[in-house]
């Protein structure tokens, strides 16, 4: 049972959520997707190309970085699906 207390007050530490592999990974898959689903064929690469100088510029630690380009490919091989309502 969850019980709801107006009188307290709780306090959790923010937390980057670039710590974790799996935002890296979905970041990456979810820029695949958007370009393909909403630009011009021509202007994907240049719009990939950006983000992937940007993403190395910020000199992400060995794992985000694998973790950034397995979620680039993931991007490529799996379909972009239909944006929702």
Known sequence: M???RSDMVLFHPTTAPS???VYHRMVARNRVWLARR???A?????YLGVWLLLTLLR???RPALKAWFGGFRE?????A???GP
Do not use: E, F, K
């Not at 021509?42 to 240049?46: E, F, M, R, T």
């Not at 991007?75 to 379909?79: E, V």
């Open 2 to 4: 969850i019980d709801y």
């Open 19 to 21: 710590r974790h592999a």
């Open 38 to 40: 909403n630009l011009p």
């Open 42 to 46: 021509l202007l994907v690469p240049v």
């Open 59 to 61: 000199r992400p630690s």
């Open 75 to 79: 991007g490529w091989a799996t379909p």
């Open 81 to 83: 699906v239909p944006a």
